[in-house]
């Protein structure tokens, strides 16, 4: 994909279900694509993740966020540049404090 596609306009697609915190509003990008792949941007907000139904891999494009892992309780803040994997079952909580935009592949378990 161009670069101008990665950071070109995106479609809105409503609030971040689950939110309980903030308003984060999401848009997105869906490549046509057999797994999937696409660009998602969320403003800030926060919301818990319940166990994953499948792995996930971002490469975060823009913004900051922090991601708790449910398990241990392990807090890890995330930037333009970092690649996050969620593998199937994980659970945790997003608390993006700056709109947040990332690179997505899931769907490929």
Not at 82 to 103: A, C, L, N, Y
């Amino acid at each position: 994909m161009p670069a101008a596609t990665l950071l070109g306009e995106l479609e809105p697609n409503g609030p971040r279900p689950g939110f309980d915190t903030g308003n984060p509003e999401t848009s997105i990008l869906k490549f046509d694509t057999s797994i999937k792949t696409g660009i998602w941007e969320c403003e800030p907000g926060g919301w818990d993740v319940a166990p994953r139904e499948d792995t996930e891999v971002c490469y975060i494009l823009s913004g900051q966020a922090t991601i708790t892992d449910a398990s241990t309780g392990r807090r890890f803040e995330i930037s333009g540049g970092d690649v996050i994997v969620q593998p199937k079952d994980w659970s945790g909580r997003w608390e993006v404090t700056e709109t947040i935009r990332k690179f997505y592949c899931h769907d490929f378990d």
